[in-house]
């Protein structure tokens, strides 16, 4: 075959030494040797795959397949997204080689006192300085909402924004107040960011802790630490915009741009991305350790997993 070499798992970056996320809009993206080219009127710049977490393109990419092939060999993850990250469309292969994370969340879903711990951990995060290891789901729940009408309530008093409660239609959305398509417009932007991580990282969007039944159900999960910081103050913000502006005003489009905003300037990709590691592998070290491999086993059922690509034609009686 043609062309550069692969380069080995041992060759690329460390995950831990990695670009974390680089976004890219309105240009061509393409392949030169071991870099890909982000081109437009303005010129022509070089990435080196092997230092890419995640390639997030958004609106006006155009992407050839030889960068794809580049990508893939990099071990890097190539998401389509909306504007700055806004929303998830799409994505390709996740950035490592490795089941470990995903390997990590089946199990500890499968099984319920796992489950419970990493949903009890999910609320910690929301609850910094709170006792709830004793907890149940039930309590959990209510401890939760019992939160966010809390937010909901203190936001409204900022901003002297009437507020009554959460509705929406989802067949309808402008029968719902300016308030309440903020929210629905930057929950959907918190949700699009946080399925792109997850994708990038290799884990199972439709295997949740606290949500389930969904093939999105651990987006929730992961949207859920964010929204009361992220979704709920922007909304209630937009909302004195509406009113001030008037008719005319564009709420999804201000509300997008607001959340792309506070996204960026609080680093919430990454925060994402460790957050989840946290939940997920908690006893780790090394949040790079593994990531780099390219082994494919063999389960056994009476122990460790064994080499691949072997003939085992004398099986112990």
């Known amino acids: 075959m043609t062309g550069?070499?692969?380069?080995?798992?041992?060759?690329?970056?460390?995950?831990?030494?990695?670009?974390?996320?680089?976004?890219?809009?309105?240009?061509?993206?393409?392949?030169d040797g071991n870099a890909i080219?982000?081109?437009?009127?303005?010129?022509?710049?070089?990435i080196p795959t092997a230092t890419i977490g995640a390639l997030l393109l958004g609106p006006g990419t155009r992407v050839t397949h030889q960068a794809m092939v580049l990508m893939a060999e990099s071990g890097s993850s190539t998401v389509w997204v909306g504007e700055r990250g806004v929303r998830y469309y799409?994505?390709?292969?996740?950035?490592?080689?490795?089941?470990?994370?995903?390997?990590?969340?089946?199990?500890?879903?499968?099984?319920?006192?796992?489950?419970?711990?990493?949903?009890?951990?999910?609320?910690?995060?929301?609850?910094?300085?709170?006792?709830?290891?004793?907890?149940?789901?039930?309590?959990?729940?209510?401890?939760?909402?019992?939160?966010?009408?809390?937010?909901?309530?203190e936001h409204a008093k900022r901003t002297g924004v009437e507020w009554n409660r959460r509705d929406y239609n989802v067949e309808d959305f402008g029968a719902s107040d300016a308030v309440n398509q903020a929210l629905s417009a930057a929950t959907t932007c918190i949700c699009g960011i946080t399925h792109a991580v997850i994708v990038a990282l290799g884990c199972s969007p439709g295997l949740g802790f606290v949500h389930t039944g969904h093939d999105r159900s651990f987006v929730y999960d992961i949207a859920d630490l964010y929204k009361a910081e992220i979704a709920i103050p922007i909304a209630f913000d937009i909302a004195v915009q509406a009113e001030a502006e008037g008719e005319g005003f564009d709420v999804m489009g201000v509300t997008r741009r607001a959340v792309r905003d506070a996204v960026y300037n609080g680093k919430l990709l990454s925060r994402c991305v460790q957050d989840i590691q946290q939940l997920l592998l908690p006893d780790s070290s090394d949040e790079g350790e593994g990531w780099e491999a390219d082994v494919v086993q063999m389960w056994d059922d009476q122990g460790p997993a064994v080499a691949s690509g072997t003939s085992y034609d004398e099986v112990p009686w």
């Open 90 to 153: 799409a994505h390709g292969r996740p950035l490592g080689r490795t089941s470990r994370l995903l390997d990590a969340q089946a199990m500890a879903v499968s099984a319920r006192a796992s489950r419970l711990a990493v949903a009890r951990q999910m609320y910690a995060m929301r609850f910094p300085g709170e006792e709830i290891g004793s907890l149940n789901m039930q309590q959990l729940r209510g401890r939760e909402g019992a939160r966010v009408r809390n937010s909901y309530r």
């Open 37 to 46: 080219t982000a081109t437009d009127e303005r010129g022509v710049v070089h």
């Open 4 to 31: 550069p070499r692969p380069a080995k798992p041992s060759e690329l970056v460390r995950a831990t030494d990695r670009l974390s996320f680089i976004y890219l809009e309105r240009c061509t993206v393409h392949r």
